[in-house]
């Protein structure tokens, strides 16, 4: 069993990249609550956010302390979960989630000169951004895409498509606050959610056009049912590139596995190929996938060093493997 990479704070959601030949993680902070578990994630109280870079696989970790936090950002109200980080135009970014003074959760972004931070924010999220958990893939021909979701606490659920759209309208969608929690759609012929994809423009603040639907589809090419919950999507978004072929990775939420698609275009649509982690200690399971000198590794989180408390989670890493026609496997 790995141990945890970072023991002096609790740290989850690892998005990590190589930059400059080091090994940067951007996670959440998990800190103490005395709220509740509930449905709607509520006990998931984090305020900021570290930065952490490793020289080694096997290395010391560098904790760059506070990057960013809910005070520096005019929009936040509570709630910055998990983030991820990209570098375009000489300038790193970090994406970030929170909720707004309205408690609806947005995406924002904050740049640095530096990989570490400290990150400034915008004054505002990116317009036409929801829900929660971005992840940012600069692909080959440096164009940007922006992959976001989550159900229940996500609130993905609550934007509903419809005419006579209010103030809290997303380019033809609405957003119903009675549908928080567990109201995702299920049932016998119900598809399951999609997640989201627009690509970024070139200074990466914005959108180039409307989020739009990320299709996953079985090995037959039917669009995945909402009650096959080992299978449909829920949260925890990642993409990145092997041998020319897109990888689409994401948590199954309540059946907590970490899964995987593959298609032909950062657009999708996508193949399930198959898990590629089992269920850890702890609710979720929130995980990045990076290559670092010659090798491919595995992020995410569990409750081990917590002894099980499910907010209070911590970052481990893990070698995967691909075989012949590219299938992911733990080393």
């Known amino acids: ?106 995406i924002g972004v904050a740049v640095s000169t530096a990989p570490e931070g400290p990150f400034v924010p915008e004054d505002n999220f990116i317009k036409g951004s929801y829900s929660i958990d971005p992840a940012v893939f600069v692909d080959e021909d440096d164009k940007a895409y922006l992959y976001f979701g989550g159900l229940w606490g996500g609130q993905l659920q609550c934007w509903k498509g419809g005419e006579g759209v209010g103030e809290d309208g997303v380019d033809g969608l609405a957003f119903d606050a009675s549908l928080s929690g567990p109201n995702e759609p299920s049932g016998s012929g119900v598809k399951a959610l999609c997640p989201r994809v627009a690509q970024l423009s070139d200074d990466m603040l914005s959108f180039v056009s409307p989020p739009r639907d990320l299709q996953i589809l079985t090995e037959s090419g039917e669009p995945i049912a909402a009650d096959d919950h080992e299978r449909r999507f829920f949260e925890a978004a990642w993409m990145h590139r092997y041998r020319g072929k897109y990888y689409f990775s994401y948590s199954t939420g309540d059946s907590h596995y970490l899964v995987y698609a593959t298609g032909d275009s950062p657009f999708g649509p996508f193949t399930y190929q198959g898990r590629i982690l089992e269920p850890v200690l702890g609710w979720t399971t929130h995980h990045s996938i990076v290559e670092f000198q010659g090798r491919w590794y595995l992020f995410y989180h569990d409750c081990e060093l917590s002894g099980g408390v499910d907010h209070l989670r911590s970052v481990k890493v893990r070698e995967i493997l691909y075989d012949e026609e590219g299938k992911i496997s733990l080393a």
């Open 1 to 106: 069993m790995p141990s945890p990479l970072i023991t002096h704070l609790y740290t989850a959601d690892p998005s990590a990249h190589v930059f400059n030949n080091t090994l940067y993680i951007y996670p959440s902070h998990d800190r103490e609550t005395t709220i509740a578990f509930n449905d709607n994630g509520d006990q998931y109280d984090m305020t900021d956010y570290h930065v952490f870079s490793m020289d080694s696989i096997d290395g010391p970790v560098t904790d760059h302390g506070i990057a960013l936090s809910a005070n520096d950002v005019p929009w936040v109200s509570k709630q910055m979960w998990a983030p991820d980080a990209a570098f375009k135009n000489g300038k790193y970014y970090l994406f970030f989630p929170a909720r707004d003074k309205k408690g609806i959760f947005r």
